[in-house]
């Protein structure tokens, strides 16, 4: 885990820190064991429990934004299509099994799988399709616009047939990261009330393999199999996502065996837990950098008018020491970082660039100084901090009390730049601070209030819709540094328009090289995410992109396969129906793929389950939450927006994780066979503590 040219950050649970509510429920020290406790689990049944630190904002795909609650929705709903978990390239295992296109690239015809239906029992036809993506362009929802530019309008001649007319090429439409929505539900709710306050409680109604049936704010989430799923039912009875404040505690639990994974630890627990019996880690970037924003707006700002000069932005890049940053405040576990596409994210082709020898701007304190001193911002009065026609130049920097990791860089880079000259002022708040900041009003003008802060952002396996975030369309939306550059501008709309991707990696590489050029933005690292589960309880975690990318069902990982053996008798990882493996049988009953073997669940005999991509990003959804006015710049602030919606939905407010998971991710195809992974789960409980339940049948720990 982005939205593009008219998204606004829509947050509707938007407000405290997540901790306080956490702290509230007893989620703290020991709290998540209290809370193991807690998250109910029937006898008998089979569940999967995952921990991470954060909570869920809100159910509603208009209006959610973390990268947590893009996990839900990958399980709770089908995209059109579905990416293949290994090559990213389109699937048939969405709510479209194929497609065609015609030569001018205009008009795209989607033929649907059979025998999908909502978790109500309703059949799920093309006119939800057409309703969902019909309902964003007639409205411009805020948080799918950017998505569906260029599409005019979708017909459907049957109910297995979804036609979309475009007014030009639209490159990226197997890519489009929206939900399909129920319209027997959504179509009754008024439009204003879908965008800003509907709070979609559970039970919810989706399409997925699992439904979501509970939701504790700040504790757990429980979602539970589908039976009907149009691939066939899970084998896993139920997950139960357990939210943590401190991710120290969601290792001891894991390590306990009250979790069976966990998802995004301190750097510092990897090695305790690389070493401890039972225990898998993995370390991988996935379309994730963390980086320093700087407020580069030409109109209204607070900002420092130094940082309008590029010579002054790029003097900065030369006074931070990446090496140092990695291994002080990362620990090692990560990659120095330069532009918004990390390296091993992408295959054939691979959208990573990287300036090269002569270009880059390395750690170089002395040549930061001399450009500083080129560019006419001097220390004159010899107190050693330079000046801006006469007053000496201050930075306001902003950390996160959310990331120890930025905090600790945030205490690096501070100590950086002072050393070249800048007064810096290092503060660390909460990330609602954060969207006050940079989505600032004064009454109805627009006004950045900030200098430069350190944030974290997860792409989307697009990476032209992650890139079409940062145009001079989405100032006051998704370009946080209120960046212009009319050469970027002009790349994007060429880039949205070219359906060869060998040529679209040649543009995604040209606007990486502008935007590193220009400078709006320093890209620090590509930290590594940190996920672990249990072995002893599990066989067969498998990473995605063919072993090189994640391996945990979480975020942006794919799952674990799992395959179990009784006699000659396994489950097909398509349709998970137990068959004959035996030579010469058991091959017909499943269309389109070859089962291949996964692992086994120790002491167990039966199934298996799979589960795909979700390209979620979850970036950060317009926080100028629709209020019935059609617009891409809004008099409303972010704060505001968020906090009107989450009164009205929730009645507390909440700010929990930060944007974007970015392509996530998800459990959704942990009932389906192309490429993705899967769980496998016990066909005889033993006894144990009904605490610890592993795939949904109490396991001995």
Not at 275 to 280: H, W
Not at 446 to 463: L, N, R
Request: proline residues 6%; hydrophobic residues 35%.
């Amino acid at each position: 885990m982005v939205p593009r040219s008219h998204v606004k950050r829509v947050v509707l649970v938007v407000g405290l820190a997540a901790l306080a509510v956490a702290l509230a429920v007893g989620v703290g020290a020991r709290g998540a064991r209290a809370e193991s406790s807690a998250s109910p689990s029937p006898s008998g049944n089979t569940v999967l429990r995952i921990g991470w630190v954060g909570d869920l904002d809100n159910m509603n795909p208009f209006i959610g934004w973390t990268n947590e609650v893009y996990e839900i929705y990958a399980n709770e709903y089908l995209k059109l299509v579905e990416p293949d978990v290994d090559t990213v390239k389109p699937g048939s295992g969405g709510v479209a099994k194929s497609w065609e296109v015609t030569p001018d690239g205009k008009k795209w015809t989607f033929h649907l799988n059979e025998g999908l239906t909502w978790h109500d029992g309703e059949p799920l036809t093309s006119k939800d399709v057409a309703w969902t993506y019909n309902f964003i362009i007639d409205n411009e929802a805020p948080a799918f616009i950017s998505f569906v530019g260029g599409i005019e309008r979708v017909e459907t001649p049957d109910d297995l047939t979804a036609v979309f007319y475009c007014s030009k090429p639209k490159a990226n439409m197997l890519d489009l990261d929206i939900p399909i929505l129920p319209e027997h539900i959504w179509g009754k709710l008024e439009p204003k009330k879908v965008m800003t306050s509907y709070p979609n409680d559970p039970p919810i109604v989706g399409s997925g393999p699992f439904q979501t049936v509970e939701w504790k704010h700040g504790r757990y989430l429980r979602m539970k199999t589908y039976d009907d799923f149009f691939l066939g039912r899970a084998i896993i009875d139920e997950i139960i996502y357990i939210s943590y404040t401190n991710p120290d505690t969601m290792v001891e639990d894991l390590k306990a065996g009250s979790l069976d994974a966990a998802y995004l630890f301190p750097p510092a627990q990897y090695s305790r837990l690389e070493t401890t019996p039972g225990i898998a880690v993995t370390a991988y970037t996935w379309r994730n950098w963390d980086y320093i924003g700087l407020n580069v707006y030409d109109g209204p700002s607070t900002g420092s008018p130094a940082l309008l000069d590029q010579r002054f932005r790029t003097a900065l890049e030369y006074g931070i020491d990446r090496d140092t940053i990695v291994s002080q405040a990362y620990g090692g576990k990560g990659l120095p970082g330069w532009s918004f596409m990390p390296p091993g994210s992408w295959e054939n082709p691979d959208y990573h660039w990287a300036p090269e020898d002569g270009v880059r701007r390395d750690y170089d304190p002395e040549r930061a100084k001399r450009i500083l001193d080129e560019a006419g911002f001097k220390d004159t009065d010899g107190d050693g901090i330079r000046e801006y026609k006469g007053k000496p130049i201050t930075l306001r920097l902003l950390g996160s009390t959310r990331s120890a990791e930025s905090q600790k860089s945030g205490k690096l880079i501070a100590g950086s730049w002072k050393a070249i000259g800048i007064d810096v002022r290092f503060q660390v708040v909460d990330e609602a601070v954060y969207f006050d900041k940079i989505w600032n009003y004064n009454g109805d003008t627009f006004e950045p209030d900030f200098d430069t802060y350190i944030w974290q952002w997860d792409g989307y396996h697009d990476p032209g819709q992650t890139l079409d975030c940062f145009t001079t369309a989405q100032i006051e939306g998704w370009n946080e540094f209120a960046w212009s550059n009319a050469k970027y501008d002009a790349l994007d709309v060429e880039q949205n328009q070219t359906i060869d991707v060998n040529q679209l990696a040649e543009l995604i590489k040209q606007m990486q090289a502008v935007m590193y050029e220009d400078a709006p933005t320093i890209v620090t690292a590509f930290p590594y995410k940190l996920a672990a589960y249990r072995t002893d309880k599990w066989e067969g975690w498998t990473r995605a992109l063919n072993g090189k990318g994640p391996g945990l069902p979480l975020g942006h990982l794919p799952l674990v396969v799992h395959e179990a053996e009784a006699g000659g008798r396994r489950a097909c990882k398509r349709c998970l129906q137990h068959v004959d493996h035996s030579p010469g049988r058991g091959r017909r009953h499943c269309r389109d793929r070859d089962d291949r073997l996964g692992a086994t669940q120790k002491g167990t005999g039966a199934g298996g389950v799979r589960r795909n991509a979700r390209g979620a990003g979850a970036a950060r959804r317009a926080a100028l939450a629709f209020a019935g006015e059609r617009s891409v710049r809004r008099s409303v602030t972010p704060r505001q927006a968020a906090r009107g919606a989450g009164d009205q939905a929730a009645g507390f407010g909440v700010l929990t994780t930060r944007k974007r998971t970015g392509p996530s991710l998800s459990l959704r195809m942990l009932c389906r066979c192309p490429a993705e992974l899967g769980i496998r789960v016990p066909a005889v409980a033993a006894s144990v503590s009904p605490s610890i339940s592993i795939c949904g049948t109490p396991s001995s720990t």
